[in-house]
């Protein structure tokens, strides 16, 4: 009997999971603990594989010159994309115009109902630490802490600083360091292979939660900025990653994104891109990805990329403004952008940052910050959708600097 790939069980636990949504309504959250137990499970091995894999994608990269090359091709390719995804949001709300006409009846509702939530994403952002806090943050003062309470910049900069030491010393003394290391790494990824078999059950779980208790009524009233947003958040990943992918990555598009179906849709049942990272890495060794590169790339990439994350923000804050009858000038667009930018440096990978990150963009530009109550209702639906392109972006930064190191490789 023929085996069922992992994404076809994922696919019907997604298809199961609204079925049971809808019939059941919010009696359906009761099986949400099933979702949880899962997304703790994965989140469990996150912090121990970015550290191993990203110290050992460090130390394989053999010396110094390669580590900054690669480091800085990675931190260009994230900024540009980052940025491209911020205008495509911009352009699609500006041309469709998903605020305008929204009925003032609806529009108080949303207000009465999500006034609460929006005042804790507003006092969020108001204790929001500073850019230059960020980046003195990112060196840890007890490495075991950062670790245990899963501050992830500060594993990625421990383990880039290991990985980087163990090139310097003694290749005989440091030999015998990186087996250990490599053992460990393998040890975690098959806790992640044993994991991924309870993959679809938590998918349903996670998924029938969110149908059963905000149904699909907030859906059909947010309909135009949601189809907006999707829009854009579509044009990015298969459009833009595709391109990318296909020009500076040398890979056909359609063996790239079947080869990461595994990865898409967990990051669009669990919302969360640290919880996708290790589900990533597997989808890459499968795409040939050297895991040197890969493992360097990624968890980097869920931490500091957030192209979906970014156009989310852009398309939001003007569909916002359109409500309010604020017109945006081309410098506050321009600073949306640049927001948008500096915000996504050091953003959790976990659900819901996106919302703290989109207060602070409207705080900056000067537009309500009470507006985002209007975009609560369907925040949760979006968040899984703009997940999942960050993590696309993250994938097909990976085929790049694949790509263009062995290209390097191959011409000496």
């Given amino acids: 009997m023929k085996k069922i790939p992992l994404h076809t069980k994922i696919f019907i636990g997604l298809f199961l999971g609204i079925i049971v949504g809808l019939v059941f309504g919010p009696k359906a959250r009761s099986i949400e603990f099933i979702g949880t137990i899962f997304i703790r499970l994965i989140t469990m091995v996150v912090v121990p594989l970015v ?15 390669k580590l900054g090359r690669v480091g800085l091709k990675t931190f260009v390719y994230f900024t540009v994309t980052t940025a491209i995804a911020i205008i495509i949001g911009l352009f699609v709300a500006n041309l469709l115009k998903p605020g305008t006409g929204l009925n003032e009846q609806v529009k108080q509702e949303l207000f009465k109902n999500y006034q609460q939530a929006a005042q804790t994403k507003i006092s969020a952002v108001q204790e929001k630490p ?18 245990a309470e899963g501050e992830m910049l500060q594993v990625i ?55 059963g208790q905000f149904g699909l009524g907030i859906l059909v009233t947010l309909l135009k900025y949601v ?31 079947q080869g990461i179906t595994d ?39 869920a931490t500091i990329n957030m192209d979906g994350t970014a156009l989310y923000q852009g398309a939001a804050a003007v569909f916002i403004a359109q409500i309010y009858g604020i017109p945006l000038s081309l410098g506050a667009q321009a600073t949306i952008v640049l927001m948008a930018l500096l915000a996504s440096v050091g953003t959790a990978g976990v659900p819901g940052a996106g919302m703290i990150m989109l207060a602070m963009v409207l705080k900056q530009i000067g537009i309500p910050l009470e507006g985002v109550a209007l975009i609560l209702g369907v925040d949760r639906l979006l968040d899984m959708c703009r997940t999942t392109v960050n993590m696309i972006g993250n994938m097909a930064a990976s085929v790049f600097i694949h790509s263009s190191e062995e290209k390097g490789l191959s011409k000496k």
């Fill in 51 to 65: 550290f191993f894999s990203l110290a050992l994608g460090t130390a394989s990269l053999g010396d110094i010159k």
């Fill in 157 to 211: 900069f421990l383990a880039l600083i290991f990985g980087l030491c163990l090139t310097l010393i003694n290749p005989e003394k440091s030999r015998p360091l990186i087996q250990l290391f490599e053992g460990a790494n393998d040890a975690v990824l098959q806790v992640v292979n044993l994991v991924m078999k309870f993959a679809p059950y938590g998918v349903l779980a996670l998924l029938a939660s969110i149908i």
């Fill in 227 to 257: 189809l907006v947003t999707i829009l854009g958040l579509s044009i990015h990943a298969f459009i833009i990653d595709g391109l990318l992918v296909r020009f500076l990555g040398r890979m056909s598009p359609g063996k790239f994104f």
């Fill in 130 to 147: 500073s850019l230059i806090s960020v980046l003195v943050n990112i060196v840890p003062t007890n490495p075991i802490k950062s670790m």
């Fill in 263 to 301: 990865a898409m849709l967990i990051a669009f049942s669990t919302s969360s891109s640290n919880a996708t990272i290790p589900v990533a890495l597997e989808c890459l060794d499968e795409l040939k990805v050297k895991r040197e590169y890969s493992s360097f790339v990624v968890p980097l990439g």
